[in-house]
Protein backbone atom coordinates (compact mmCIF):
# COMPACT_ATOMS: atom_id res chain seq x y z
CA UNK A 1 0.00 0.00 0.00
CA UNK A 2 1.07 3.10 -1.19
CA UNK A 3 1.63 5.78 2.02
CA UNK A 4 3.91 7.91 4.00
CA UNK A 5 4.67 6.83 7.53
CA UNK A 6 5.57 9.34 10.56
CA UNK A 7 6.17 8.13 13.62
CA UNK A 8 5.67 8.63 16.63
CA UNK A 9 2.16 9.34 16.47
CA UNK A 10 2.09 11.16 19.81
CA UNK A 11 5.17 12.84 21.59
CA UNK A 12 5.49 14.17 25.11
CA UNK A 13 9.12 15.54 26.06
CA UNK A 14 10.90 18.62 27.77
CA UNK A 15 12.54 21.74 26.82
CA UNK A 16 15.93 21.37 25.40
CA UNK A 17 15.91 17.41 25.07
CA UNK A 18 16.51 16.97 21.46
CA UNK A 19 13.82 14.64 19.51
CA UNK A 20 13.94 13.04 16.08
CA UNK A 21 10.34 12.61 14.45
CA UNK A 22 10.71 10.20 11.37
CA UNK A 23 9.19 9.86 8.24
CA UNK A 24 8.95 7.50 5.29
CA UNK A 25 7.15 6.93 1.96
CA UNK A 26 7.34 3.78 -0.11
CA UNK A 27 6.35 5.58 -3.52
CA UNK A 28 9.85 6.19 -4.77
CA UNK A 29 8.94 10.01 -4.28
CA UNK A 30 11.61 12.69 -5.32
CA UNK A 31 9.83 15.98 -3.13
CA UNK A 32 9.24 15.40 0.51
CA UNK A 33 7.87 18.13 3.10
CA UNK A 34 7.38 19.20 6.94
CA UNK A 35 4.65 21.02 8.04
CA UNK A 36 3.27 22.29 11.10
CA UNK A 37 -0.45 22.99 12.01
CA UNK A 38 -1.87 25.12 14.31
CA UNK A 39 -4.77 26.28 14.99
CA UNK A 40 -6.32 29.56 13.26
CA UNK A 41 -3.43 29.29 11.16
CA UNK A 42 -3.03 26.30 8.94
CA UNK A 43 -0.47 24.63 7.91
CA UNK A 44 3.19 26.03 7.93
CA UNK A 45 5.68 24.51 5.74
CA UNK A 46 8.91 24.06 7.24
CA UNK A 47 11.55 22.37 5.14
CA UNK A 48 11.26 20.58 1.97
CA UNK A 49 13.59 18.16 -0.30
CA UNK A 50 14.01 17.93 -4.18
CA UNK A 51 16.02 14.82 -3.82
CA UNK A 52 18.51 12.92 -1.98
CA UNK A 53 21.09 15.38 -0.31
CA UNK A 54 18.60 18.42 -1.44
CA UNK A 55 16.83 20.56 0.89
CA UNK A 56 15.62 24.36 1.19
CA UNK A 57 14.07 25.99 4.36
CA UNK A 58 10.30 26.81 4.16
CA UNK A 59 8.59 29.38 5.81
CA UNK A 60 9.61 28.55 9.52
CA UNK A 61 12.41 26.44 9.82
CA UNK A 62 13.95 27.97 12.78
CA UNK A 63 14.65 25.30 15.39
CA UNK A 64 14.23 22.61 13.04
CA UNK A 65 17.03 20.49 11.25
CA UNK A 66 16.03 17.92 8.27
CA UNK A 67 18.47 15.78 6.36
CA UNK A 68 17.30 13.53 3.49
CA UNK A 69 20.29 10.95 3.15
CA UNK A 70 18.31 8.14 1.15
CA UNK A 71 15.11 9.03 -1.13
CA UNK A 72 12.73 7.33 0.84
CA UNK A 73 13.58 9.14 4.56
CA UNK A 74 12.63 12.46 5.51
CA UNK A 75 13.50 12.98 9.35
CA UNK A 76 12.92 16.09 11.03
CA UNK A 77 14.97 17.09 14.13
CA UNK A 78 14.47 18.99 16.77
CA UNK A 79 17.78 19.75 18.58
CA UNK A 80 16.67 21.76 21.58
CA UNK A 81 13.06 21.57 21.52
CA UNK A 82 10.83 24.65 23.37
CA UNK A 83 7.40 25.18 24.28
CA UNK A 84 6.40 26.85 21.02
CA UNK A 85 7.39 24.09 19.04
CA UNK A 86 4.29 22.04 20.42
CA UNK A 87 2.54 21.30 16.88
CA UNK A 88 0.39 19.03 15.12
CA UNK A 89 3.65 17.84 12.77
CA UNK A 90 2.72 16.41 9.02
CA UNK A 91 5.08 14.68 6.73
CA UNK A 92 4.31 14.87 2.59
CA UNK A 93 5.90 13.59 0.01
CA UNK A 94 4.81 13.99 -3.91
CA UNK A 95 6.26 12.34 -6.99
CA UNK A 96 8.29 15.34 -8.51
CA UNK A 97 7.37 19.37 -7.77
CA UNK A 98 8.44 20.70 -11.21
CA UNK A 99 6.91 23.72 -12.87
CA UNK A 100 3.56 22.83 -14.55
CA UNK A 101 4.07 19.52 -13.50
CA UNK A 102 3.15 19.94 -9.49
CA UNK A 103 1.92 16.51 -8.42
CA UNK A 104 -0.05 15.94 -5.42
CA UNK A 105 1.02 15.87 -2.22
CA UNK A 106 0.51 12.79 -0.18
CA UNK A 107 0.55 13.27 3.71
CA UNK A 108 1.11 10.86 6.96
CA UNK A 109 -1.21 10.63 9.86
CA UNK A 110 0.49 13.28 11.41
CA UNK A 111 2.93 13.22 14.53
CA UNK A 112 1.24 15.33 18.18
CA UNK A 113 4.16 17.15 19.35
CA UNK A 114 4.14 18.70 23.25
CA UNK A 115 6.94 19.95 24.67
CA UNK A 116 6.58 21.01 28.34
CA UNK B 1 5.78 35.16 -0.32
CA UNK B 2 1.92 34.33 -0.89
CA UNK B 3 -0.80 34.37 1.95
CA UNK B 4 -3.82 32.21 1.14
CA UNK B 5 -7.25 33.79 3.38
CA UNK B 6 -9.57 31.35 4.19
CA UNK B 7 -13.02 33.63 5.40
CA UNK B 8 -15.05 31.08 7.24
CA UNK B 9 -13.51 29.31 10.28
CA UNK B 10 -16.49 27.57 10.68
CA UNK B 11 -19.69 26.97 7.67
CA UNK B 12 -22.38 25.01 9.07
CA UNK B 13 -24.97 23.54 6.43
CA UNK B 14 -27.69 21.63 6.07
CA UNK B 15 -27.42 17.97 4.49
CA UNK B 16 -28.00 18.02 0.92
CA UNK B 17 -27.68 22.32 0.65
CA UNK B 18 -25.37 23.53 -1.31
CA UNK B 19 -22.00 25.21 0.24
CA UNK B 20 -19.25 27.46 -0.89
CA UNK B 21 -16.17 27.44 1.12
CA UNK B 22 -13.89 30.66 0.28
CA UNK B 23 -10.45 30.86 -0.68
CA UNK B 24 -8.43 33.85 -1.68
CA UNK B 25 -4.77 34.52 -2.52
CA UNK B 26 -2.03 37.35 -2.54
CA UNK B 27 -0.02 36.91 -5.49
CA UNK B 28 -0.29 38.54 -9.06
CA UNK B 29 2.01 35.77 -10.73
CA UNK B 30 1.28 32.77 -11.87
CA UNK B 31 -0.41 30.66 -9.58
CA UNK B 32 -1.11 27.21 -9.01
CA UNK B 33 -4.20 26.44 -6.52
CA UNK B 34 -5.12 23.64 -4.77
CA UNK B 35 -8.07 22.04 -2.39
CA UNK B 36 -7.57 19.70 0.51
CA UNK B 37 -9.75 17.96 2.90
CA UNK B 38 -8.41 17.12 6.25
CA UNK B 39 -11.18 14.26 7.85
CA UNK B 40 -10.71 13.75 11.63
CA UNK B 41 -7.46 12.36 13.05
CA UNK B 42 -5.97 11.86 9.30
CA UNK B 43 -3.72 13.94 7.12
CA UNK B 44 -4.79 16.24 3.97
CA UNK B 45 -5.99 14.28 0.62
CA UNK B 46 -6.26 16.54 -2.68
CA UNK B 47 -9.33 17.06 -3.51
CA UNK B 48 -8.87 19.47 -6.83
CA UNK B 49 -6.02 21.21 -8.24
CA UNK B 50 -5.95 23.92 -10.81
CA UNK B 51 -2.60 23.88 -12.91
CA UNK B 52 -3.81 26.08 -16.49
CA UNK B 53 -6.50 25.62 -18.65
CA UNK B 54 -9.96 25.54 -17.96
CA UNK B 55 -10.92 28.09 -14.96
CA UNK B 56 -13.63 25.79 -13.64
CA UNK B 57 -11.75 22.43 -12.21
CA UNK B 58 -13.68 19.47 -11.06
CA UNK B 59 -12.23 17.26 -8.13
CA UNK B 60 -13.19 13.75 -6.27
CA UNK B 61 -16.35 13.75 -4.23
CA UNK B 62 -18.64 16.09 -6.16
CA UNK B 63 -16.61 18.79 -5.21
CA UNK B 64 -15.75 21.79 -8.09
CA UNK B 65 -13.32 25.56 -7.87
CA UNK B 66 -13.56 28.43 -10.09
CA UNK B 67 -9.99 29.58 -10.54
CA UNK B 68 -11.22 33.76 -10.36
CA UNK B 69 -8.01 35.40 -11.05
CA UNK B 70 -9.09 39.33 -11.06
CA UNK B 71 -10.64 38.50 -7.99
CA UNK B 72 -7.85 36.32 -7.16
CA UNK B 73 -9.90 33.45 -5.52
CA UNK B 74 -10.54 29.76 -6.06
CA UNK B 75 -13.47 28.79 -4.24
CA UNK B 76 -14.95 25.72 -3.52
CA UNK B 77 -18.18 24.50 -4.37
CA UNK B 78 -20.63 21.31 -3.83
CA UNK B 79 -23.74 21.64 -4.57
CA UNK B 80 -25.38 19.10 -2.33
CA UNK B 81 -23.72 18.32 0.74
CA UNK B 82 -23.36 14.93 2.67
CA UNK B 83 -22.96 14.07 6.23
CA UNK B 84 -19.60 12.38 5.28
CA UNK B 85 -18.20 15.68 3.64
CA UNK B 86 -17.58 16.79 7.50
CA UNK B 87 -13.89 17.57 7.65
CA UNK B 88 -11.78 20.77 7.39
CA UNK B 89 -11.08 21.96 4.51
CA UNK B 90 -7.71 23.62 3.17
CA UNK B 91 -6.74 25.61 0.23
CA UNK B 92 -3.38 25.84 -0.95
CA UNK B 93 -1.21 27.92 -3.58
CA UNK B 94 1.94 27.51 -5.22
CA UNK B 95 3.46 29.70 -7.80
CA UNK B 96 6.06 29.81 -10.70
CA UNK B 97 8.61 31.86 -8.84
CA UNK B 98 8.99 28.44 -6.29
CA UNK B 99 6.70 26.24 -6.81
CA UNK B 100 8.76 24.23 -4.48
CA UNK B 101 6.79 26.17 -1.53
CA UNK B 102 3.32 25.55 -0.51
CA UNK B 103 1.22 28.15 1.13
CA UNK B 104 -2.23 26.90 3.25
CA UNK B 105 -5.16 28.63 4.61
CA UNK B 106 -6.01 28.69 8.04
CA UNK B 107 -8.70 25.83 6.88
CA UNK B 108 -12.64 26.17 7.10
CA UNK B 109 -14.38 23.15 9.14
CA UNK B 110 -17.35 22.17 7.34
CA UNK B 111 -20.42 21.01 9.09
CA UNK B 112 -22.88 19.15 8.02
CA UNK B 113 -25.97 18.94 9.92
CA UNK B 114 -28.81 16.32 9.32
Known amino acids: EAQVTQNPRYLITVTGKKLTVTCSQNMNHEYMSWYRQDPGLGLRQIYYSMNVEVTDKGDVPEGYKVSRKEKRNFPLILESPSPNQTSLYFCASSLRAQRDVLEKLFFGSGTQLSVL | AQSVTQLDSQVPVFEEAPVELRCNYS??????LFWYVQYPNQGLQLLLK??????LVKGINGFEAEFNKSQTSFHLRKPSVHISDTAEYFC????????????FGSGTKLNVKP
Open chain 2, 92 to 103: AVSDNYNFNKFY
Open chain 2, 50 to 55: YLSGST
Open chain 2, 27 to 32: SSVSVY
